[in-house]
């Protein structure tokens, strides 16, 4: 527990040396949990009006979810990302068997699970994407100007 907790005492340094604000990121990841407790609510009598809505909703709550938890908990190390991933797998599976066993109106779908992957793999792009952005800026920023080339003329 030590360990945790060290962890997360270096958090905000990382993010501020990584380049972002600590209550956006924490925000944003607040959003994403939030709009996950969708995924435990009956459903109205009328389902879901468009056809797929609900396969795009799982995959951009999953993207959304990774990729927030991934800013915040993650802002400069790879190590963690592997557990938010690990653990959105497992979130994904047990949203299907609770929708399956425990949610009247609601039933688990292999194919939600499927859509959840896809998801979790679009936010982890997304997290790494922004990480390689921010490096890349970062790096622009801290960069010497180079001297102006001296023209000769013959």
């Known amino acids: 527990m030590d360990a945790v907790a060290e962890y997360l005492r270096r958090v ?5 040396r990584a ?3 600590l209550p956006w990121r924490a925000g ?16 109205s009598p009328g389902g879901l ?5 609900d396969k795009a909703v799982h995959l951009l709550v999953f993207a959304l979810t990774v990729f927030a938890a991934g800013r915040l908990l993650a802002p400069r190390r790879r190590f963690p990302i592997g ?3 690990l653990v959105a797998l497992v979130h994904a599976v047990v949203i299907e068997l609770v929708q399956l066993l425990a949610i009247p109106g609601r039933s688990g ?9 896809v998801g979790i793999a679009l936010g982890l792009v997304a997290w790494a994407g922004e990480r390689v ?10 960069e010497p100007a180079a001297p102006p080339l001296e023209q000769t003329h013959r």
Not at 12 to 16: D, F, G, Q, R, V
Not at 133 to 141: M, N, V
């Open 109 to 117: 779908d292999a194919l939600d699970v499927l859509f959840d992957v």
């Open 19 to 21: 380049g972002g604000s």
């Open 133 to 142: 952005l921010r490096r890349a800026a970062t790096e622009r920023e801290v």
């Open 28 to 43: 944003l990841l607040g959003l994403a949990l939030l709009v996950n407790i969708g995924f435990y609510l009956p459903l």
């Open 12 to 16: 905000p340094a990382e993010i501020t």
């Open 83 to 85: 557990w938010i991933v």
């Open 49 to 53: 009006a468009l056809p797929g809505l």
